[in-house]
């Protein structure tokens, strides 16, 4: 049973910086691609960032491109996003999302993952 958790996230000012962490435990994580993947209130849940199996690749939605970084250090089974000029539009719950299918890429349909973590909440004000 795979398990993934989310943190990092909270209240920022217009303009600053958070980075979310998503530790991956029950298997070995250095195989699989994962992502993140947000929800703003009323909105469907969205794709950001995803990366391939061994961070060479990866994939990030226009809105995000220039501002978000995402990373990954199998060593310590951790998955990252760093967010920068962060916008009030960021405000939304952050999950992070991994597959199961070993050497996958990074995908952006959220249909792709097989896993979710139970989110961490960006606050962004503005």
């Known amino acids: 049973q795979v398990q993934v958790v989310e943190s990092g996230g909270g209240l920022v000012q217009h303009g600053g910086s958070l980075r979310l962490s998503c530790v991956a435990s029950g298997r070995a994580f250095s195989y699989y691609a994962m992502g993140w993947f947000r929800q703003a209130p009323g909105k469907e849940r969205e794709f950001v960032a995803a990366i391939n199996w061994n961070g060479g690749v990866t994939n990030y939605a226009d809105f995000v491109k220039g501002r978000f970084t995402i990373s990954r250090d199998n060593a310590k089974n951790t998955m990252y996003l760093q967010m920068n000029s962060l916008k009030s539009e960021d405000t939304a719950i952050y999950y992070c999302?991994?597959?199961?299918?070993?050497?996958?890429?990074?995908?952006?349909?959220?249909?792709?993952?097989?896993?979710w973590g139970q989110g961490t909440q960006v606050t962004v004000s503005s």
């Open positions: 999302a991994g597959q199961t299918q070993p050497y996958g890429t990074a995908e952006r349909r959220a249909a792709d993952y097989d896993y």
